[in-house]
């Protein structure tokens, strides 16, 4: 496997730490309450109005225009694509050039030789003969023309891979260390990251509907065959009774997702190459002293991104909201999940991310709000070494990677 060098913005973490234990679920009834609706944001209209992210992309998809409507477009960053135009050739009075964005899912950054030979060609058949790595361990394929989307994302299906929840109002692709260490705690690392990346994805039909006709494509996602041990179906619908699942198609996300984009890192004690505290939930491994997983410590709240000079809209460093044993860690992270669904802004979108939310209520607040979906204490977090940002990993003699700044 080769396994993609992730291109990392490090920023020294800021977080203070939690000094009290949180409060039994039972005092906490008060904050179940969801706000009264507002006026909301005309995306969530359309999200509502696509039926599970299917329209009006079945329709456009169909006729001879070389783009999309507007609407279109909110819809279609759910299946991980972007319409752009060809800047250079813009001209006054003359149509944009009008072109297609791919983004492909790869949780923990992982991809095989035979995928990226299908991305390489792909990008040269159909984009601009280029492939972009990301900050967020993944490749972007650039330059695609609207009659040739489906062929591509068809033949990435095939491949293995996935371009579903790239973009959008979803959990975004999960980035963890891309050290290729053996230790027990990575390999937790990379297992985790692909269970989360599963639990979270959109259930929606309409990714096959669109772009394989309704195909069943004989092969599953790479990534799917680490954790086929797992039932991550029965762990999304797992019900706990205290509001997390819905009774509709999207059990986690419901009919209009979550109010912004959400992110998600995972890491090990010692390595902030993920630069953990700038993602909306942070994970860090916790192991027992034979190697085995004892669960999470979990950060929430941060993000870098800002409104010029918009003084409501600002960076955050993540705060951090307790440990959890690993055996409770998916009904966590699904009540973190609920509490932004259910309590983010989705009437002003420059502060629908879930830090704003943990900003205005405190830590301490959303922590009980959280506790009251999870319905079991949260632990204080555990104790960690400091970070290590960049540089050869020790102990290696003979390095054979290395970690670098983007």
């Not at 972007?82 to 050039?97: G, I, L, T």
């Not at 699942?245 to 996300?253: A, C, M, S």
Request: hydrophobic share 40%; with cysteine; proline share 5%.
């Amino acid at each position: 496997m080769i396994r993609v060098l992730a291109l990392l913005l490090l920023v020294a973490p800021v977080a203070s730490f939690m000094r009290s234990p949180a409060r039994p679920a039972a005092r906490w009834s008060m904050v179940l309450e969801k706000p009264a609706n507002g006026k909301l944001h005309k995306n969530e209209k359309l999200k509502i109005a696509s039926k599970g992210l299917l329209h009006p992309l079945d329709s456009e998809f169909k006729n001879d225009e070389i783009f999309v409507s507007k609407d279109a477009v909110q819809i279609l960053k759910f299946h991980g694509s972007y319409m752009q135009d060809n800047r250079e050739n813009r001209a006054p009075k003359k149509q944009k050039e009008f072109q297609f964005m791919l983004r492909l899912k790869m949780p923990a950054g992982e991809l095989s030789a035979d995928l990226y030979r299908t991305l390489d060609d792909l990008a040269t058949k159909y984009g601009q003969d280029d492939l972009r790595a990301t900050t967020r361990s993944t490749f972007q394929l650039h330059g695609v023309l609207k009659a040739d989307l489906k062929t591509v994302i068809n033949t990435l299906m095939k491949a293995g891979s996935s371009t579903l929840g790239g973009c959008g109002d979803v959990n975004r692709n999960i980035v963890t260390s891309p050290a290729p260490i053996a230790k027990p705690e990575y390999e937790h690392m990379r297992r985790w990251t692909k269970i989360i990346a599963e639990l979270f994805k959109p259930q929606s039909q309409a990714f096959t509907e669109l772009w394989a006709e309704g195909e069943k494509i004989g092969t599953v996602e790479s990534w799917r065959h680490d954790i086929a041990d797992v039932d991550v179906d029965s762990l999304i619908r797992k019900d706990n009774g205290c509001g997390i699942i819905l009774d509709k198609p999207e059990p986690i996300y419901g009919d209009t997702y979550l109010p912004r984009k959400f992110k998600m890192a995972m890491t090990v004690p010692g390595d902030n190459s993920v630069d953990l505290y700038t993602n909306d939930i942070g994970l860090v491994v916790i192991t027992n002293p034979d190697g085995s997983l004892d669960g999470f410590n979990v950060y929430v709240g941060g993000g870098m991104g800002r409104t010029h000079n918009k003084e409501s809209t600002f960076a955050r460093a993540a705060d951090p909201l307790g440990f959890v044993k690993a055996d409770d860690a998916v009904e966590l992270l699904k009540a973190i999940i609920a509490t932004q669904r259910d309590h983010g802004d989705r009437e002003i979108r420059a502060n629908a991310r879930m830090k704003y939310l943990v900003h205005k209520m405190g830590i301490d607040a959303f922590r009980r709000l959280v506790g009251s979906y999870f319905g079991k204490l949260i632990e204080p977090v555990r104790e960690l070494p400091d970070w290590k940002y960049v540089g050869w990993p020790q102990p290696l003699r003979r390095p054979k990677h290395v970690q670098f700044v983007h």
